[in-house]
């Protein structure tokens, strides 16, 4: 906003002291207004970035229900298998079926719009509570998504140890046996972590 002072130069003191006041006022009006302009804009991008973290943390928690769905029908299959380990490996084609049954489904969680919202300064305008709650649920994707991964690798690899082979050799069932027990911790916390990470959802999305 342009401040234009009253034309014409001024003819004594009080006329001098009107020109300064009526300067400083227009001053103070139009720092008022450009601080009102960028409130209006610091709530526009508190609103949007907080939309934005809802609508990402609402497809988690819908993801995250599924995985802890599937999570929840591997674990009994899995605690079977190894009840019944040393009887499946005489017979590796009942193992192999036993493994196609378990069908696991990993999923996968987004958090980009936590880096979005730090690297554009917006987290600066919010309140410093809120922005710990989204920060411990954004950190708790990074772990969970992490464990997710080291459970999908053991998997893999278990399943492919055991397709692999037509007979087991005593060093192959203690090794299976190991994968196996191996995957079967990975449930174990990922479990553990359903639990934690609906509850950080929750915290900050509300209850479903």
Same mark, same amino acid.
Request: net charge negative.
């Given at each position: /906003?342009?401040? @234009?002072?009253?034309?014409?130069?001024?003819?004594?003191?009080k006329e001098f002291a009107i020109h300064i006041l009526i300067v400083t006022i227009g001053i103070l009006i139009a720092l008022g207004l450009e601080g009102i302009r960028e409130t209006? @804009?610091? @709530? @526009?991008?508190?609103?949007?970035?907080?939309?934005?973290?809802?609508?990402?943390? &609402?497809? %988690?928690?819908?993801?995250?229900? *599924?995985?802890?769905?599937?999570?929840?029908? /591997?674990?009994?299959?899995?605690?079977?298998? *190894?009840?019944?380990? #040393?009887? =499946?490996?005489?017979?590796?084609?009942?193992?192999?079926?036993?493994?196609?049954?378990?069908?696991?489904?990993?999923?996968?969680?987004? &958090?980009?719009?936590?880096?979005?919202?730090?690297? #554009?300064?917006?987290?600066?305008? /919010? $309140?410093?509570?809120?922005?710990?709650?989204?920060?411990?649920?954004?950190?708790?994707?990074?772990?969970? +998504?992490?464990?997710?991964?080291?459970?999908? =690798?053991?998997?893999?690899?278990? $399943?492919?140890?055991? %397709? #692999?082979?037509?007979?087991?050799?005593?060093? %192959?069932?203690?090794?299976?046996? *190991?994968?196996?027990?191996?995957?079967? =911790? %990975? *449930?174990?916390? /990922?479990?553990?972590?359903?639990?934690?990470?609906? +509850?950080?959802?929750?915290?900050? =999305?509300?209850?479903?």
């Amino acid at each position: /906003m342009d401040i @234009h002072a009253p034309e014409g130069p001024a003819r004594s003191l009080k006329e001098f002291a009107i020109h300064i006041l009526i300067v400083t006022i227009g001053i103070l009006i139009a720092l008022g207004l450009e601080g009102i302009r960028e409130t209006v @804009h610091e @709530h @526009h991008l508190i609103a949007e970035t907080r939309e934005t973290f809802r609508q990402e943390l &609402g497809g %988690d928690r819908d993801n995250l229900v *599924l995985e802890t769905a599937n999570v929840g029908e /591997m674990r009994p299959k899995v605690d079977a298998m *190894l009840r019944d380990f #040393s009887e =499946l490996v005489k017979n590796p084609s009942s193992l192999q079926k036993r493994f196609d049954d378990l069908q696991p489904n990993f999923y996968f969680f987004r &958090g980009t719009a936590w880096g979005g919202a730090s690297s #554009s300064g917006v987290l600066a305008y /919010m $309140k410093p509570e809120e922005v710990n709650n989204f920060a411990d649920i954004y950190f708790g994707i990074q772990t969970y +998504q992490t464990n997710s991964r080291q459970t999908q =690798l053991d998997w893999v690899a278990t $399943k492919s140890f055991f %397709d #692999s082979r037509q007979s087991f050799t005593a060093q %192959d069932v203690a090794e299976g046996e *190991l994968r196996l027990r191996t995957f079967q =911790l %990975d *449930l174990r916390a /990922m479990a553990h972590l359903d639990q934690e990470f609906m +509850q950080g959802l929750n915290r900050v =999305l509300g209850p479903q």
